[in-house]
């Protein structure tokens, strides 16, 4: 079976289907923590005409059950672990207690097999967020483990059939439509661009339908889950205005003309409020449009309501006339980005590296240290400004903070949006800028998770 854009629009098409998120699938314990069990699972990916891929999974869906709570409520979640590999799960994007951030080996011991580990934390800041393994993320995520964590504004502003999570994901599978598991650790992958797949996904599902109705607004909820991938989408072209990036909603509605990029871990919020009935499909726009779903819109029933946007996350605004100063500065990989590591090491230095698998350095510096990149003072204002010294783009995350994006090659932009993971291109710099307001020890790593594993991952302090 050859995977192609004729074979797969002839076998979805045939069989496509609605993709929905599962929602409160999760057990409570009599303590009262949410059960998340990750365990070996089987999906159909290719459609009905693939084989089932062997697949690691939350409570055996795919994806994780959907958490949702309120902003500034708790999240108690028991997790077990049976597999049979360490794990841990991150809760990306929230500003959580260091204790729970779920990093292996950093704020926490990986969760042995048979072992649970108790989650227990609360959400500051309402928005779309989600969560997924992070002890060997490279090997782990990609293999289906993460799940949308929704925290939800005091006031609901959309009922709950307009607000739609779309957990986009990007599979490399074999000529049989099943996971290519042999693949998985290839040094290729992790010295250029990261596993890219070769089919993608919307909640586990190929080419679904996405049931929408005529005159309602609509708030649609963008994870980008896959491993490497970059998805490049134009809200324009389906109707759709951008409200939020990474959680953080904006004071208005954008109008974007255009690409907007979808980093991996990134998130992206839109309103949409469809005039007429039919079908709006949802592409990628790199290369050739490509449609990987469709809207499916039907006539309302009822009165029309304007549109109400969320409140604005009150975050910390940096103080940008005192601030610790700090650059970033990515190397390594293929492509020539070797070479650029031999000014402070011999030739041998370098051919050690890649024998140990480390291909990438923030400031010369393969991979975690004992020491932190920096540390800062509680409240303290840290400047970061990333320099991309590779040939490969790179999706940059900060844990426990959101960031705001400053400038790019020296440009201040208009829209100076918070994130909590930015994306660089081959030879740009960033700068961004955050409050060290989170005490603990917190990671900067890039989310092609190969590349993290490979070297580019350090961490700070906050105290």
């Given at each position: 079976m050859k995977l192609d854009r004729r074979s797969f629009l002839k076998t979805t098409l045939a069989s496509c289907a609605t993709a929905a998120v599962p929602q409160l699938a999760l057990a409570k314990s009599s303590e009262g923590f949410l059960e998340l069990k990750a365990a070996n699972g089987k999906a159909h990916l290719y459609g009905d005409k693939g084989g089932a891929s062997d697949l690691w999974l939350y409570n055996n869906r795919l994806p994780g059950p959907e958490i949702r709570v309120k902003q500034g409520e708790k999240v108690r979640v028991r997790f077990i672990n049976e597999l049979d590999e360490p794990t841990s799960i991150h809760w990306h994007g929230i500003r959580i207690d260091n204790t729970m951030d779920g990093v292996a080996g950093l704020t926490q011991p990986a969760v042995k097999p048979g072992d649970s580990f108790d989650y227990d934390f609360v959400v500051p800041d309402a928005g779309t967020y989600w969560y997924h393994a992070h002890n060997m993320s490279w090997n782990q995520v990609p293999r289906g483990l993460s799940g949308p964590l929704i925290v939800d504004e005091h006031k609901q502003l959309f009922p709950p059939e307009t607000d739609i999570t779309l957990v986009l994901s990007d599979w490399r599978l074999d000529e049989d439509g099943v996971l290519d598991t042999a693949s998985f650790g290839a040094m290729h992958d992790?010295?250029?661009?990261?596993?890219?797949?070769?089919?993608?996904?919307?909640?586990?599902?190929?080419?679904?339908?996405?049931?929408?109705?005529?005159?309602?607004w609509h708030r649609v909820r963008l994870i980008n889950a896959s491993a490497s991938r970059i998805l490049d989408l134009a809200p324009e072209r389906f109707g759709a205005r951008v409200i939020a990036l990474d959680g953080q909603v904006f004071s208005e509605p954008r109008d974007v003309s255009g690409v907007v990029r979808l980093a991996p871990a990134q998130r992206m919020d839109l309103v949409m409020r469809p005039t007429k009935t039919g079908t709006l499909p949802l592409e990628m726009m790199t290369g050739q449009p490509f449609t990987f779903a469709n809207f499916q819109v039907t006539e309302a029933q009822g009165s029309d309501l304007p549109l109400t946007l969320p409140p604005v996350n009150r975050l910390p605004e940096p103080d940008?006339?005192?601030?610790?100063?700090?650059?970033?500065?990515?190397?390594?990989?293929?492509?020539?980005?070797?070479?650029?590591l031999l000014e402070d090491r011999t030739e041998e230095d370098v051919r050690s590296m890649m024998q140990d698998g480390q291909f990438w350095t923030f400031n010369g510096i393969p991979g975690m240290q004992d020491q932190p990149m920096f540390s800062a003072r509680r409240g303290e204002t840290v400047v970061l400004e990333s320099r991309n010294d590779t040939s490969f783009?790179?999706?940059?995350?900060?844990?426990?903070?959101?960031?705001?994006?400053?400038?790019?090659?020296?440009?201040?932009?208009?829209?100076?949006?918070?994130?909590?993971?930015f994306t660089t291109d081959p030879r740009e710099t960033v700068k961004i800028a955050f409050v060290a307001d989170n005490p603990g020890k917190w990671l900067i790593h890039c989310h092609m998770l190969g590349h993290a594993a490979s070297g580019m991952m350090t961490w700070f302090e906050v105290s």
């Amino acid at each position: 079976m050859k995977l192609d854009r004729r074979s797969f629009l002839k076998t979805t098409l045939a069989s496509c289907a609605t993709a929905a998120v599962p929602q409160l699938a999760l057990a409570k314990s009599s303590e009262g923590f949410l059960e998340l069990k990750a365990a070996n699972g089987k999906a159909h990916l290719y459609g009905d005409k693939g084989g089932a891929s062997d697949l690691w999974l939350y409570n055996n869906r795919l994806p994780g059950p959907e958490i949702r709570v309120k902003q500034g409520e708790k999240v108690r979640v028991r997790f077990i672990n049976e597999l049979d590999e360490p794990t841990s799960i991150h809760w990306h994007g929230i500003r959580i207690d260091n204790t729970m951030d779920g990093v292996a080996g950093l704020t926490q011991p990986a969760v042995k097999p048979g072992d649970s580990f108790d989650y227990d934390f609360v959400v500051p800041d309402a928005g779309t967020y989600w969560y997924h393994a992070h002890n060997m993320s490279w090997n782990q995520v990609p293999r289906g483990l993460s799940g949308p964590l929704i925290v939800d504004e005091h006031k609901q502003l959309f009922p709950p059939e307009t607000d739609i999570t779309l957990v986009l994901s990007d599979w490399r599978l074999d000529e049989d439509g099943v996971l290519d598991t042999a693949s998985f650790g290839a040094m290729h992958d992790f010295f250029h661009a990261g596993r890219l797949g070769n089919w993608l996904t919307v909640n586990g599902v190929s080419l679904p339908d996405i049931a929408m109705r005529t005159g309602v607004w609509h708030r649609v909820r963008l994870i980008n889950a896959s491993a490497s991938r970059i998805l490049d989408l134009a809200p324009e072209r389906f109707g759709a205005r951008v409200i939020a990036l990474d959680g953080q909603v904006f004071s208005e509605p954008r109008d974007v003309s255009g690409v907007v990029r979808l980093a991996p871990a990134q998130r992206m919020d839109l309103v949409m409020r469809p005039t007429k009935t039919g079908t709006l499909p949802l592409e990628m726009m790199t290369g050739q449009p490509f449609t990987f779903a469709n809207f499916q819109v039907t006539e309302a029933q009822g009165s029309d309501l304007p549109l109400t946007l969320p409140p604005v996350n009150r975050l910390p605004e940096p103080d940008l006339e005192d601030a610790l100063e700090l650059p970033l500065v990515m190397q390594g990989g293929a492509m020539g980005g070797m070479r650029s590591l031999l000014e402070d090491r011999t030739e041998e230095d370098v051919r050690s590296m890649m024998q140990d698998g480390q291909f990438w350095t923030f400031n010369g510096i393969p991979g975690m240290q004992d020491q932190p990149m920096f540390s800062a003072r509680r409240g303290e204002t840290v400047v970061l400004e990333s320099r991309n010294d590779t040939s490969f783009a790179h999706a940059m995350h900060v844990h426990g903070h959101h960031f705001r994006v400053l400038a790019r090659d020296g440009e201040t932009l208009e829209h100076q949006d918070w994130r909590d993971t930015f994306t660089t291109d081959p030879r740009e710099t960033v700068k961004i800028a955050f409050v060290a307001d989170n005490p603990g020890k917190w990671l900067i790593h890039c989310h092609m998770l190969g590349h993290a594993a490979s070297g580019m991952m350090t961490w700070f302090e906050v105290s």
